[in-house]
């Protein structure tokens, strides 16, 4: 079974661009979660869609928005890109609430 | 300002050796618990989980022990490799149907 995919894997944009990042679950999943990790922070949940349905939401501002698709896939944005954006963009997948989530390899952003 | 990263507890081992990652969570409400490893460029690996009405759970080289008493969390790895080299994190589901992860421990495996 192929894991979580997501693209792209790396980016470079500038403050004040935005930027959609996509997920692909493992096939069958239809819980899809977003996390934010840095090295200041470490990793943050930023939301979570199940069934088309954004279920859960962690404390990111607006600027973080994301949906879900009829065949779970994902994606997530973020507009009016500021320096501190600049993260591993991590995705994980799970066939149930949340729990036992695979993750994605991430998308690699960069913000200059 | 200038960025600060986290001060990751660092775990030195010798090969062969059995290494142990310890863990504190934070909500005595949590039901459930993960392991993941993260290596280099890469996204975190599920190892292992447990609930909380147990206290012991066994994969293939890697044991969780939990004690809800004191809200540790502990991965015991035997006969540690090289390939065992990664930075450990311990999560606990949060109410909001997500995990919260702690900060995370490197593993050093030296051959």
């Known amino acids: 079974k192929a894991g979580v995919t997501q693209t792209p894997r790396y980016l470079i944009k500038t403050r004040g661009q935005q930027v959609t990042l996509s997920c692909s679950p493992i096939?069958?999943?239809?819980?899809v979660s977003w996390y934010q990790q840095t090295p200041g922070q470490g990793l943050q949940f930023l939301f979570e869609y199940f069934s088309e349905t954004q279920r859960n939401k962690g404390n990111f501002p607006g600027r973080f928005s994301g949906r879900q698709f009829s065949n779970s896939r994902s994606e997530m944005n973020v507009s009016t890109l500021e320096l501190g954006d600049s993260a591993l963009y991590l995705c994980a997948s799970s066939s149930t609430a949340a729990l036992e989530q695979f993750f994605g390899p991430g998308t690699r952003l960069t913000v200059l | 300002g200038e960025s600060v990263g986290l001060h990751l507890p660092t775990l030195s081992v010798q090969e062969g050796d059995n290494s142990i990652i310890n863990c504190a969570y934070s909500n005595s409400a949590s039901d459930y618990f993960i392991w993941y490893k993260q290596e280099s460029g890469k996204g975190p690996q599920f190892i292992i989980d447990i609930r909380s009405n147990m206290d012991k759970r066994q994969g293939q080289r890697v044991t969780v022990l939990l004690n809800k008493t004191v809200k540790h969390l502990s991965l015991q790895i035997a006969a540690t490799q090289p390939g065992d080299s990664a930075v450990y994190f311990c999560a606990e589901g949060g109410s909001q149907g997500n995990l919260i992860f702690g900060k995370g421990t490197k593993l050093s495996v030296k051959p």
């Open positions: 096939s069958g999943h239809r819980s």
